[in-house]
C-alpha cells in the first residue's frame, strides 16, 4: 500500500525558512517523478515543485523559484521541500504527491494528508 | 503560468450527466496530452480520477470520462450520483516543464 506521510509544517514568521518532509513507503521511491502541491484552505491547488526520479531534474512554479528547494533521499525514501524567504500568501496546506511519470510531472496518482504551513507574524 | 480556467459550479441531478470544462493555451492543455483530473471532497486529499486526457486509473468508474479539443478539457460524468458531490480540478503539463492547476469547480448533485 503507497502511504505518503508529510511533516514540518508550523508557524514561522515572514521571511523565515521551514523544510518539509514527505516519508514515501510501498513503492519504488526512485522510480518515480514526486511533487509538492499547495492548497490554501477553501482555494484551489497550486503545483509548487516536482523532482525527478534520479534527482537530476528539478522544477518550481514561478512563485517560489530562488526560495524553494526540492530534493530526496532515495536511501530514506523522503521527499523534502526548503522553504526560505516566506511570505504570507506561502501560507497553505502542503501535500506531497507520487507521480505517474519517472521524468517529469504528468499526473499524481498519490497524494499525502498534507500539512499546514502558517506564515503570520 | 497563469492557471486554466473551469467554471466555478456546476449542478446536476442523480442520473443526470454533467461536463466540466478546463481551458488553457497551446502552451498547455492545447499542446500536450498530459491532462488531469482530480476530485477532492472537503477536509480531504485529491485524488486522481482522469490522466492522459482519457485514461482511468484502476478503481476509479467508468461513470467519469475526458476529452479534449483544441485547448479545452472537459471532464465528463454520466449516471450522477450523491458521493460524486466534491471540488473538481484539472491539470497539464507545460512548455516549462511545469505543472498548471485549474481554479477548481465545485459539482453539487441536486
Known amino acids: 500500500e503507497v502511504q505518503l506521510l508529510e511533516s514540518g509544517g508550523g508557524l514561522v514568521q515572514p521571511g523565515g525558512s521551514l523544510r518539509l518532509s514527505c516519508a514515501a513507503s510501498?513503492?519504488?521511491?526512485?522510480?518515480?517523478?514526486m511533487s509538492w502541491v499547495r492548497q490554501v484552505p477553501g482555494k484551489g491547488l497550486e503545483w509548487v515543485s516536482a523532482?525527478?526520479?534520479?534527482?537530476?531534474?528539478?522544477y518550481y512554479a514561478d512563485s517560489v523559484k530562488g526560495r524553494f528547494t526540492i530534493s530526496r533521499d532515495s536511501s530514506k525514501s523522503t521527499l523534502y521541500l526548503q522553504m526560505n524567504s516566506l511570505r504570507a500568501e506561502d501560507t497553505a496546506v502542503y501535500y506531497c504527491?507520487?507521480?505517474?511519470?519517472?521524468?517529469?510531472?504528468?499526473?499524481?496518482?498519490?497524494w499525502g494528508q498534507g500539512t499546514l504551513v502558517t506564515v503570520s507574524s | 503560468q497563469s492557471a486554466l480556467t473551469q467554471p466555478a459550479s456546476v449542478s446536476g441531478s442523480p442520473g443526470q450527466s454533467i461536463t466540466i470544462s478546463c481551458t488553457g493555451t497551446?502552451?498547455?492543455?492545447?499542446?500536450?496530452?498530459?491532462v488531469s483530473w482530480y476530485q477532492q471532497h472537503p477536509g480531504k486529499a485529491p485524488k486522481l480520477m482522469i490522466y492522459?486526457?482519457?485514461n482511468r486509473p484502476s478503481g476509479v468508474s467508468n461513470r467519469f470520462s475526458g476529452s479534449k479539443s483544441g485547448n479545452t478539457a472537459s471532464l465528463t460524468i454520466s449516471g450522477l450520483q450523491a458521493e460524486d458531490e466534491a471540488d473538481y480540478s484539472c491539470?497539464?503539463?507545460?512548455?516549462?516543464?511545469?505543472?498548471?492547476f485549474g481554479g477548481g469547480t465545485k459539482l453539487t448533485v441536486l
Open positions: 504527491a507520487k507521480d505517474l511519470d519517472v521524468v517529469m510531472p504528468t499526473a499524481m496518482d498519490y
Open positions: 510501498g513503492f519504488t521511491f526512485s522510480s518515480y517523478v
Open positions: 523532482i525527478s526520479g534520479s534527482g537530476g531534474g528539478t
Open positions: 497551446s502552451s498547455d492543455v492545447g499542446g500536450f496530452n498530459y
Open positions: 492522459d486526457i482519457t
Open positions: 491539470s497539464s503539463y507545460t512548455t516549462t516543464s511545469t505543472l498548471v
